[in-house]
């Protein structure tokens, strides 16, 4: 048996592909299945099987498109409902792939309906655990209702003590959710995987888990309802999209380049109230961009946060510096059912801002910071990470506003002064500055981490 990891960093997710050499399945594709189609090819498959182990909260599924282009058979629990058709499995059936068996294990919590596959050619066993069973922890189980958050906690314990129970301790573990997506739980802890030599990939066992999973070392069930729960901070909002959308069958992506803006474009989308999104670094926008736009760097949590602030519909205009910077947004958007983007515009600012409105802002890091407020100047601070992050420690006396949260208590940002904004790291602090910058005020970006606060004698308050 051998298994094909597709990694998608910019969701913490990751699809598989299960082989005997000959004949394949897929397990939780994404939705640019062309990354599946590229590994099918290269090494002949024949894929007779896509299986999903939930209905997925986090992205647009690609299975229902990858079933109809290679005519396999497309798995899910029988539970599940949705508007097309698929071939319902439950807990103890058994599929035959090539060489390979899978038995079908129902694996509720994350979803009441999640199942998990296991894979055994006679040598190798593997369980494919979705998000049941994640690397030190277990998926999210407030993503369905927060009125089922308790019973399905629950229900995730049972299901880890299960996998355990039933699986041996050699079974390798393979999670679709937990390699920085917002379906896993805040208290996971990724540190029990290793690296496989062969695949280069994190991977971990039953064995490991058994030793340092938190729904296994912790053994009282109400003692890890009790420490999820409190665990569990916001999650994206475009993710009560995704389910909705994945029961509906998703079709077919288009990945074309879009229709190209000229600046006269960009200023009408602008004028519009639509999003035109920059996605050069925060360095190159702060030190000129055009008025109106909104900086998202794109890169590995670009579609988290542009899709988590966004008003969901509105359309998407994307400039930048090359077509590449553009063809990655795009993909990262289809993942999460933004099918097009409105236009793009390449090229840098000077072209597709000639003769617009530009503005500038400046960038600082925590040591200014520390001095500006040692020198007794009052310097406003905006703090924008999660609620969770705040509990580590704010500087005290800062405006503490969660960036999914900006755009709607814009109104509480002083409009009469500069507003230095920070961060963990100055990524979503950049994103933050823009939107200051376009509802009119002044911001100072502090690109820096905010592990420095303490070591800088910030002082600290967790309100």
Known sequence: ???????????????YVVTDGTTAAVVDPQRDIDRVEEIVEQHGLDVTHVL????H?????????LARRTGATYVMSAQEDTFFDFHGVEDGDELTIGQMTVRVMHTPGHTPTHVSYVFSDGERTAVFTGGSMLYGSVGRTDLISPRMAEELTRLQHATAQRLAAELDDDTTVLPTHGFGSFCSSAAADETTSNVDPKYGVEISTIGEQKRANLALTITDTDEFVETL?????????????????NKVGPGPVDLSP????DPTELAKRIHAGEWVVDLRSRTAYAADHVTGTVNVEVGTTFITYLAWIIPWGVPVTLVGDTQEEVSEAQRQMVRVGIERPAAQALDGVERFGAGLDRGSY???DLEALAKHRADGDDVTVLDVRRHDERATGGI???????IHELEQRMHEVPSDREVWVHCASGYRAAIAASLLARSGRTPVLVDDFDHRLEELGFELSSD
Not at 52 to 55: A, G, I, M, Y
Not at 229 to 245: E, I, K, T, V
Not at 258 to 261: K, P, R
Not at 396 to 402: E, K
């Open 396 to 402: 005290t006396g800062s405006i503490h506003v969660p």
């Open 52 to 55: 999903e182990t939930h209905n």
């Open 57 to 65: 909260n986090d992205y647009v599924t690609g299975g229902v498109e």
């Open 362 to 364: 400046r960038i600082a």
């Open 1 to 15: 048996m051998q298994i094909h990891t597709i990694e998608t960093p910019s969701l913490g997710d990751r699809s």
């Open 258 to 261: 879009a229709v190209e803006a």
């Open 229 to 245: 729960l409190n665990g569990l901070d916001a999650y994206p909002r475009y993710y009560a999209h995704m389910a909705p959308r």
